[in-house]
């Protein structure tokens, strides 16, 4: 079985036309989701680049990895996997497989593509490399212009300084653009291991539509922001919230920039997904030319979401909301029914499901499940909810959070936890946790929370030890009877 790995960097579930947006062109995944497997409830294990896509190379979960922050914004914690890490890209190799990466790797500092197994350039970074050796031929090659932007979109910072770049205008034409490279180099390596007589692994990670949004015009000016309906949670008062909530608003400027500002800048972030739908057809058009569908698997994710103004905030962070932590997820395998399934699965699952798909033993990932039994309409025993984890980004803030069918749970020791009721507050503007009449729901999800830690055997459950009597959570007959001691020991 062949495998060919789409992924996009801090993508919103709600811009593609499968997960219900009516104003983004997204033929091309909207086709891989009729064909295929739509996971509506598909989480990123941690919202930032680095640790996400550490642990869909080894299976396991950020706190057990320990690649716990993006390089750019190391807050101490280490870059790299231990040396005899298990990672899946090694284990395909020895299993006879090729093995290729285009695009965006940001899964370590000192380690590249090619040290776990994988062909192609190494593209470094949190951005387009533009200075990138490859992509400069690849100019040459074609007699294309270089990278030129203008028509900056940026805030003010609350010391006056000039805030993040958000958006510009690429001076480029559409061929020129780093994701045209990217598929052009995806084809043209497709083509290359067709050629051979052995089954690949595949996989182009696009940089964007990660901020800032840098298009040709075509995209730039696609959506017109008349029809942008503004996420409701940009009515966030951040009452009863972390105070890093409204620091971070602050850092990201969004109250400096009128309300106009902000309808263009999801106008231009959802002409960027359009764009990269374009990409990914190209991709996908190969498949079928080549004659090689019905023996290739196709996943489309991304490693997490982004704000775009929801909650007044910009990028990710330390705040657990469905905006960034929710993610589009589809997996498509040749001869399995299209379908939608609700289970909570995760990017994580991705690790176990490659190797599943390979014949290759899934234990070493082991924080990941594969998702062929799903996939194919089964219907495994799955939990019926999810722990997310983050670490930090810009500095130390460690959170926990526990999402099931109604509720979402958020311990952050130190400061404010957050409980929210999905069904009646889907934006997650009120905060309830504190709220009298939630204290059985309170409880009850954090005993299941400490449980899940605990088999996890993620040390995290120190905090909540610190932080909560034993008496709140005695209706769990796995924590009841303990004290304060022989939860630490």
Same mark, same amino acid.
């Given at each position: 079985?062949?495998?060919?790995?789409?992924?996009?960097?801090?993508?919103?579930?709600?811009?593609?036309?499968?997960?219900?947006?009516?104003?983004?062109?997204?033929?091309?995944?909207?086709?891989?989701?009729?064909?295929?497997?739509?996971?509506?409830?598909?989480?990123?294990?941690?919202?930032?680049?680095?640790?996400?896509?550490?642990?869909?190379?080894?299976?396991?979960?950020?706190?057990?990895?320990?690649?716990?922050?993006?390089? %750019?914004?190391?807050?101490?914690?280490?870059?790299? $996997? *231990?040396? +005899?890490?298990?990672?899946?890209?090694? !284990?395909? /190799?020895? #299993?006879?497989?090729?093995?290729?990466?285009?695009?965006?790797?940001?899964?370590?500092?000192?380690?590249?593509?090619?040290?776990?197994?994988?062909?192609?350039?190494?593209?470094?970074?949190?951005?387009?490399?533009?200075?990138?050796?490859?992509?400069?031929?690849?100019?040459?090659?074609?007699?294309?212009?270089?990278? %030129?932007?203008?028509?900056?979109?940026?805030?003010? $910072? *609350?010391? +006056?300084?000039?805030?993040?770049?958000? !958006?510009? /205008?690429? #001076?480029?034409?559409?061929?020129?653009?780093?994701?045209?490279?990217?598929?052009?180099?995806?084809?043209?390596?497709?083509?290359?291991?067709?050629?051979?007589?052995?089954?690949?692994?595949?996989?182009?990670?696009?940089?964007?539509?990660?901020?800032?949004?840098?298009?040709?015009?075509?995209?730039?000016?696609?959506?017109?922001?008349?029809?942008?309906?503004?996420?409701?949670?940009?009515?966030?008062?951040?009452?009863?919230?972390?105070?890093?909530?409204?620091?971070?608003?602050?850092?990201?400027?969004?109250?400096?920039?009128?309300?106009?500002?902000?309808?263009?800048?999801?106008?231009?972030?959802?002409?960027?997904?359009?764009?990269?739908?374009?990409?990914?057809?190209?991709?996908?058009?190969?498949?079928?030319?080549?004659?090689?569908?019905?023996?290739?698997?196709?996943?489309?994710?991304?490693?997490?979401?982004?704000?775009?103004?929801?909650?007044?905030?910009?990028?990710?962070?330390?705040?657990?909301?469905?905006?960034?932590?929710?993610?589009?997820?589809?997996?498509?395998?040749?001869?399995?029914?299209?379908?939608?399934?609700?289970?909570?699965?995760?990017?994580?699952?991705?690790?176990?499901?490659?190797?599943?798909?390979?014949?290759?033993?899934?234990?070493?990932?082991?924080?990941?499940?594969?998702?062929?039994?799903?996939?194919?309409?089964?219907?495994?025993?799955?939990?019926?909810?999810?722990?997310?984890?983050?670490?930090?980004?810009?500095?130390?803030?460690?959170?926990?959070?526990?999402?099931?069918?109604?509720?979402?749970?958020?311990?952050?020791?130190?400061?404010?936890?957050?409980?929210?009721?999905?069904?009646?507050?889907?934006?997650?503007?009120?905060?309830?946790?504190?709220?009298?009449?939630?204290?059985?729901?309170?409880?009850?999800?954090?005993?299941?929370?400490?449980?899940?830690?605990?088999?996890?055997?993620?040390?995290?459950?120190?905090?909540?030890?610190?932080?909560?009597?034993?008496?709140?959570?005695?209706?769990?007959?796995?924590?009841?009877?303990?004290?304060?001691?022989?939860?630490?020991?």
């Amino acid at each position: 079985m062949n495998l060919l790995f789409l992924m996009t960097d801090q993508h919103r579930v709600d811009t593609l036309g499968a997960y219900g947006n009516p104003h983004v062109a997204t033929p091309n995944l909207d086709r891989l989701a009729a064909t295929g497997t739509r996971f509506d409830r598909w989480y990123t294990p941690t919202a930032i680049c680095t640790p996400a896509r550490a642990s869909l190379l080894t299976g396991q979960a950020p706190f057990r990895h320990k690649v716990l922050a993006n390089r %750019e914004r190391n807050v101490g914690y280490q870059e790299d $996997l *231990p040396d +005899g890490a298990f990672t899946f890209g090694e !284990a395909l /190799r020895e #299993r006879g497989y090729n093995c290729g990466l285009l695009g965006k790797w940001h899964a370590s500092s000192a380690k590249t593509p090619a040290d776990y197994g994988f062909d192609g350039p190494h593209l470094p970074g949190w951005h387009n490399p533009v200075e990138h050796e490859d992509y400069l031929a690849y100019l040459k090659e074609h007699d294309l212009p270089p990278y %030129e932007i203008h028509d900056r979109i940026r805030g003010t $910072l *609350p010391n +006056g300084g000039p805030g993040n770049l958000l !958006a510009a /205008r690429l #001076r480029q034409p559409v061929e020129a653009t780093f994701e045209h490279y990217l598929a052009t180099r995806t084809i043209e390596l497709l083509r290359r291991y067709s050629a051979e007589n052995r089954p690949f692994y595949l996989a182009t990670h696009f940089f964007g539509p990660h901020l800032p949004y840098i298009v040709p015009d075509e995209y730039f000016d696609m959506i017109d922001p008349a029809v942008v309906e503004l996420p409701k949670s940009i009515a966030e008062t951040f009452e009863g919230k972390p105070p890093v909530q409204r620091n971070y608003s602050a850092h990201w400027t969004f109250d400096s920039m009128p309300i106009e500002v902000t309808r263009k800048l999801i106008a231009v972030y959802w002409g960027y997904v359009s764009m990269i739908d374009v990409e990914i057809g190209r991709i996908l058009d190969e498949i079928d030319v080549l004659g090689i569908s019905q023996e290739t698997s196709v996943f489309f994710t991304c490693d997490h979401g982004e704000f775009t103004g929801s909650h007044r905030l910009h990028d990710k962070g330390p705040a657990m909301y469905e905006d960034i932590y929710r993610t589009p997820g589809i997996v498509r395998i040749p001869g399995a029914p299209p379908q939608v399934r609700d289970e909570f699965v995760s990017l994580l699952d991705c690790t176990a499901t490659i190797l599943d798909l390979a014949g290759v033993d899934t234990a070493p990932a082991v924080d990941s499940r594969s998702l062929v039994p799903l996939v194919k309409g089964e219907d495994p025993g799955w939990q019926p909810d999810i722990v997310c984890e983050f670490h930090g980004h810009h500095f130390p803030y460690p959170q926990r959070m526990l999402r099931d069918d109604r509720y979402k749970l958020v311990v952050n020791p130190e400061s404010v936890n957050e409980l929210y009721d999905l069904e009646r507050d889907p934006d997650e503007l009120l905060n309830v946790y504190h709220h009298p009449e939630m204290a059985p729901v309170r409880e009850r999800m954090t005993a299941r929370l400490y449980r899940l830690l605990v088999e996890r055997d993620d040390r995290f459950y120190h905090w909540m030890t610190s932080m909560y009597p034993v008496g709140a959570v005695d209706h769990d007959p796995t924590l009841s009877g303990l004290d304060d001691q022989s939860y630490l020991s």
